[in-house]
């Protein structure tokens, strides 16, 4: 969900250069800087979850999980995507 809401996001606010050929990127090259962005973006998170203290341990414990199930809770629970 996030990807196709970035995907989007690019077709709408990429529009043509000064000498009118489209500034978008090529199929392929911009799935992979969808990709590029999205994993940056939840590692950053992790990295953040990470260093923030809790008393019962949580956030510590959520950066600690696998890359998908990680992926899972903070698009889910974090930024309220749902399936």
Do not use: W
Not at 24 to 31: D, K, L, V
Request: avoid cysteine; hydrophobic fraction near 45%.
């Amino acid at each position: 969900m996030l990807k196709m809401s970035v995907e989007l996001h690019m077709r709408m606010t990429v529009g043509p250069a000064a000498d009118g050929r489209s500034t978008t990127p090529a199929g392929n090259a911009r799935t992979t800087a969808v990709q590029e962005a999205v994993r940056a973006t939840l590692e950053n998170m992790r990295t953040q979850l990470a260093a923030i203290e809790s008393p019962l341990g949580l956030y510590t414990a959520i950066a600690a999980l696998p890359e998908r199930q990680f992926d899972v809770i903070i698009l889910q629970y974090v930024l309220g995507y749902r399936s």
